[in-house]
């Protein structure tokens, strides 16, 4: 046998089992098209235009694995990448469950992504995984906020809702994805924490490990509303005219 240390391995999970329903009715939000191409295969190529992703696991709605495979065999992505695809479960924590748990073994670094940030930088996915590789059990890019935020009790019907407080804008971030963990870390999380959480670095958190940030970029914004898809047909827009994209 070889002394030679194993070379680390990087997968991206790409939860993509939603519908979007604040895109309105039609194809579910992974499935709606930014310049032709669906934002799902976008956010593919996004975690495989980085040299460290050796696979990319894509999470399916549950009837929806042919299809998507489908999608995918149907568009090029880089030939250095694997990909696989696997049905979802019915809320997004069980859908990155099943995506590591179809992770073959050998993978140290495992990136969670959302198939809606169609366009983060390949920056921004190395950074993450380096500051996986350095050390950190989970990373999180994020963006300082530009806005005051007020914490406010919550009123229903759309009544004046009264300012509980205003937390210091200097320390809050606006998170993005994809986030990076240590395999350990996520899976252990995973098979522990119970209850809804907003991201999977929340549920390390819960684990009392330490969460670090990274710097984000303003292109890897989600795609919610359908003003969102204006903007990201702007930013594709623009990397053609510059970049050749």
Do not use: C, W
């Not at 999470?59 to 929806?64: F, I, K, L, R, T």
């Not at 495992?110 to 050390?135: F, K, M, Q």
């Amino acid at each position: 046998m070889s002394d030679q240390p194993r070379p680390p391995r990087t997968a991206a999970v790409i939860p993509a089992a939603g519908r979007g329903v604040r895109l309105g009715p039609g194809a579910p939000k992974a499935l709606r098209t930014l310049n032709g191409t669906p934002m799902l295969v976008h956010a593919v190529r996004a975690m495989a235009a980085s040299r460290a992703v050796s696979l990319v696991v894509v999470v399916a709605p549950p009837d929806g694995a042919p299809d998507v495979r489908r999608l995918l065999d149907a568009h090029s992505l880089p030939e250095r990448t694997d990909y696989l695809v696997v049905p979802g479960g019915e809320t997004r924590q069980e859908s990155v469950r099943l995506g590591l748990d179809a992770l073959p073994e050998g993978f140290d670094t495992v990136l969670v992504h959302d198939a809606a940030r169609p366009l983060v930088p390949v920056e921004t996915v190395d950074a993450v995984i380096e500051a996986v590789r350095d050390g950190a059990p989970a990373v999180v890019p994020a963006l300082p906020l530009a806005d005051t935020v007020k914490e406010v009790e919550p009123a229903s019907g759309g009544a004046p809702e009264p300012v509980v407080a205003t937390p210091e804008r200097a320390r809050l971030r606006a998170v993005q994805t994809p986030q990076g963990f240590a395999y350990e870390t996520l899976a252990e999380a995973h098979r522990t924490v119970t209850g809804e959480v907003t991201d999977d670095a929340s549920m390390v958190e819960r684990l009392g490990r330490k969460v670090v940030v990274v710097p984000g970029h303003e292109e890897a914004f989600k795609v919610t509303r359908p003003l969102d898809l204006v903007l990201a047909e702007a930013v594709l827009a623009r990397r053609r005219a510059n970049d050749g994209f």
